[in-house]
């Protein structure tokens, strides 16, 4: 089993700057992907971002892209989102999840952290 808990989420002005931290327990976590997904009121949960086992290969969504940075430090076993230039439409809750590295599903969920975007 893998425990997930993210953390660093809060209110904070369009502009503005969070990091979100998800730090993971549980089996050897250097051979585990992570992502980071977001759910807004109403809406489906989605993809933002996702960094390898390794941390050579990282994927964003396009929206945003080249304002969010997803990072791992495996000696802290713990995952980071920075996320730069927030807009409103960020606003959302974010959850941290993990995958073994040959497995395509994430089986792994945090509770969530809310990030809320003020214009």
């Known amino acids: 089993q893998v425990q997930l808990a993210e953390s660093g989420g809060g209110l904070v002005q369009a502009g503005g700057s969070l990091r979100l931290s998800c730090a993971a327990s549980?089996?050897?976590?250097?051979?585990?992907?992570f992502g980071w997904f977001r759910q807004a009121p109403g809406k489906e949960r989605e993809f933002v971002a996702a960094i390898s086992w390794s941390g050579l290969n990282k994927d964003y969504v396009d929206s945003v892209k080249g304002r969010f940075t997803i990072s791992r430090d495996n000696a802290k076993n713990t995952v980071y989102l920075q996320m730069n230039n927030l807009k409103p439409e960020d606003t959302a809750v974010y959850y941290c999840?993990?995958?073994?590295?040959?497995?395509?599903?994430?089986?792994?969920w945090g509770q969530g952290t809310q990030v809320t975007v003020s214009s």
């Open positions: 999840a993990a995958r073994y590295r040959t497995i395509a599903s994430y089986d792994y």
């Open positions: 549980g089996r050897t976590l250097s051979k585990y992907n």
